[in-house]
């Protein structure tokens, strides 16, 4: 069968395949169009399955909202370019649609669910790999509900955060949410503090005050002092507010009658071993690769 240009900007404009993978997936197919989407389809996946191995440590992280959810996600790429795709752009907002609708935390059963348009999220992840030519994870979902006030806010698409209070207004969580992505506290309060992580700061403050010499009283002074020091700088409502340092977040939700039930932030590839290059060491080895070969 003859295969027309029309046919093949056809069927690259339903796929986002190149000129040539369209043509020849046509040729194969007989000019079978569905035939050939599902083809490029499944060459796509395995292009997902090869990449699947590569660090993806760049992306987006997106927040929806509906007044008393919210939804955060972080979708990834290896690059900064690619996360800047219009493509790419595309996939995590319809992701975050589909799990703010879904209601659904678990990425692995998330991958099932289906986006607006039909396709499931793995299936349009993998078309993605295919087009952009790099690795695509979502990687984390959050959610928040509440009968109370909602505010998110992101920072240059690289950090989100969603926070929920019990009194105060939508203004007021929004600002909330801006000094969380910013300052980034462990927990809320000193509730949140882990009981080990506590130990161990006091035992390290213990040993740093005794090397001063001083009595054991004064030693125990001092450990107070940089015990609670340092809890006013993990917690929310101990830190200076990000918009004015000279009142806590603690202060700023008492004035308001208002305190934070639950808070969420996500930033893009943090805890994601990144592989670094040495761009020397990787000349080095191609020119040895290359002698090998010769030899």
């Given at each position: 069968?003859?295969?027309?240009?029309?046919?093949?900007?056809?069927?690259?404009?339903?796929?986002?395949?190149?000129?040539?993978?369209?043509?020849?997936?046509?040729?194969?197919t007989?000019?079978?169009m569905?035939?050939a989407?599902?083809?490029?389809?499944?060459?796509g996946?395995?292009?997902a399955d090869?990449?699947?191995?590569?660090?993806?440590?760049?992306?987006?992280?997106?927040?929806?909202?509906?007044?008393?959810?919210a939804?955060?996600v972080?979708?990834?790429?290896?690059?900064?370019?690619v996360?800047?795709?219009?493509?790419?752009?595309a996939?995590?907002d319809?992701?975050?649609?589909?799990?703010?609708a879904?209601?659904?935390?678990?990425v692995?059963?998330?991958?099932?669910?289906?986006?607006?348009?039909?396709?499931?999220?793995e299936?349009a992840r993998?078309?993605?790999?295919?087009?952009?030519?790099?690795?695509?994870?979502?990687?984390?979902i959050?959610?928040?509900?509440?009968?109370?006030?909602?505010g998110?806010?992101?920072?240059?698409?690289k950090?989100?955060?969603?926070?929920?209070?019990?009194?105060?207004?939508?203004e007021?969580?929004h600002?909330?949410a801006?000094?969380?992505?910013?300052?980034?506290p462990?927990?809320?309060d000193?509730s949140?503090v882990?009981?080990?992580?506590?130990?161990?700061?006091?035992?390290?403050?213990?040993?740093?005050?005794?090397?001063?010499?001083?009595p054991?009283?004064?030693?125990?002074k001092m450990?107070?002092?940089?015990?609670?020091?340092?809890?006013?700088?993990i917690?929310?409502?101990?830190?200076?507010?990000?918009?004015?340092?000279?009142?806590t977040?603690?202060?700023?939700?008492?004035?308001?009658?208002?305190?934070v039930?639950?808070?969420?932030r996500?930033?893009?590839?943090?805890?994601?071993?990144?592989?670094?290059?040495?761009?020397?060491?990787?000349?080095?080895?191609?020119?040895?690769?290359a002698?090998?070969?010769?030899?």
């Amino acid at each position: 069968m003859s295969i027309s240009a029309s046919m093949v900007k056809e069927l690259r404009e339903r796929t986002g395949a190149g000129m040539m993978e369209c043509k020849k997936a046509l040729v194969e197919t007989d000019g079978d169009m569905d035939a050939a989407a599902e083809h490029l389809r499944k060459s796509g996946q395995a292009k997902a399955d090869k990449k699947s191995s590569r660090v993806a440590a760049d992306g987006r992280v997106v927040i929806k909202g509906n007044g008393s959810k919210a939804v955060v996600v972080e979708v990834n790429s290896e690059t900064d370019f690619v996360a800047k795709d219009e493509n790419f752009l595309a996939f995590t907002d319809a992701v975050a649609d589909a799990a703010l609708a879904s209601g659904q935390t678990d990425v692995a059963a998330f991958a099932n669910d289906a986006l607006a348009d039909g396709r499931s999220v793995e299936g349009a992840r993998t078309e993605l790999v295919a087009k952009v030519g790099e690795n695509i994870s979502v990687r984390r979902i959050a959610q928040i509900e509440s009968d109370g006030a909602i505010g998110y806010y992101t920072h240059g698409a690289k950090i989100g955060a969603v926070v929920a209070l019990e009194g105060g207004d939508p203004e007021l969580a929004h600002d909330i949410a801006m000094h969380v992505a910013a300052i980034n506290p462990s927990c809320i309060d000193e509730s949140g503090v882990a009981v080990e992580t506590l130990e161990n700061e006091r035992r390290i403050f213990t040993e740093q005050a005794r090397e001063s010499g001083k009595p054991d009283d004064i030693v125990e002074k001092m450990v107070s002092g940089r015990v609670a020091k340092f809890l006013k700088e993990i917690t929310l409502v101990g830190q200076p507010f990000v918009k004015d340092p000279d009142v806590t977040v603690g202060k700023l939700l008492g004035n308001a009658g208002a305190k934070v039930v639950a808070f969420t932030r996500f930033e893009v590839g943090e805890g994601i071993e990144k592989k670094v290059e040495n761009f020397a060491d990787e000349v080095m080895k191609q020119i040895d690769d290359a002698k090998k070969k010769d030899d």
